[in-house]
C-alpha cells in the first residue's frame, strides 16, 4: 500500500517537472507565464523561445510520463497502480507544485504515458491528432479530439479495465484544460498554425 502510494506521490512530481519553464528561461526569455499565452507547455515554448526550446519540451514531457510508468513496471507495481501513476503524471503536469499548481494542458505527457500503458490506443490517438490537427490546422482540436478517443481505442484494443478507466480519466483532464480552446473554436476564434496570435490561455 504505502509502496503504491509513493510511487503515486513520485510520478506526480516528476510529472510536475515545467521543463517548457525551464527551457525557455535556459534560452534567456521570460517567465511563459507572462509571456504568449501565458501557458506553461510546448505550444507557447515553440512561440516564445523558438523551435528548440518546443521541441525540446515535447521530448522530455513525454519523455517523463514514460519514465515514471516504466519505473512502476520495473518495480513489480500491478496494473491499476501503473494506470494510477501515469494520470498522476499527466495531473502532476497540469498543476505543478513547482508553479503555484498552474501549468500545461497533458498532451504530451499523457502522450508518453500510455504509450507504455497502452500503446496500440495510444498510437491510434496520435494518428488521430496528426490528421486531426493537420487538416484543420488547429493543434488544440486535434489534442481534444485525440484526448476524447483514447478511452475508447484502450477499450477496443482489450487493454485491462484499470488502464482504460486511467485512459478515459486523463483524457477528460487534457479535455477539461482545452475548455478555453473549444469556447474560442466555437467562436471561430481560435489560433491556427502559421498565424501569428496567440489567444491568452492558448494550448500547450
Known amino acids: 500500500m504505502w509502496v503504491a502510494v509513493l510511487l503515486v506521490a513520485f510520478a506526480y512530481l516528476a510529472g510536475s517537472v515545467p521543463f517548457a519553464f525551464l527551457f525557455a528561461r535556459r534560452k534567456g526569455h521570460l517567465d ?54 501515469g494520470v498522476a503524471a499527466v495531473a502532476g503536469h497540469i498543476y505543478p507544485v513547482w508553479l503555484g499548481f498552474r501549468g500545461g494542458k497533458g498532451v504530451a505527457t499523457t502522450c508518453g504515458a500510455f504509450a507504455v500503458l497502452a500503446p496500440m490506443a495510444t498510437l491510434l490517438a496520435a494518428s488521430v491528432f496528426a490528421v486531426v490537427a493537420g487538416l484543420s490546422r488547429t493543434v488544440s482540436l486535434g489534442s481534444m479530439v485525440a484526448a476524447v478517443c483514447l478511452g475508447p481505442f484502450a477499450y477496443a484494443a482489450g487493454t485491462p479495465v484499470s488502464i482504460v478507466r486511467a485512459a478515459f480519466f486523463a483524457g477528460c483532464l487534457v479535455l477539461f484544460n482545452h475548455r478555453s480552446n473549444l469556447i474560442r473554436l466555437a467562436g471561430g476564434a481560435e489560433h491556427h498554425a502559421g498565424s501569428q496570435a496567440a489567444p491568452p490561455g492558448d494550448h500547450s
Do not use: E, M, P
Not at 62 to 74: E, F, P, S, T
Open 32 to 85: 511563459l507565464r507572462l509571456v504568449g499565452s501565458g501557458n506553461v507547455g510546448a505550444t507557447n515554448a515553440f512561440r516564445v523561445a523558438g523551435s528548440s526550446a518546443g521541441l525540446l519540451t515535447v521530448l522530455f514531457d513525454i519523455a517523463k510520463g514514460a519514465a515514471v510508468v516504466l519505473a512502476a513496471q520495473r518495480l513489480g507495481a500491478g496494473q491499476s497502480v501503473c494506470a494510477s501513476v
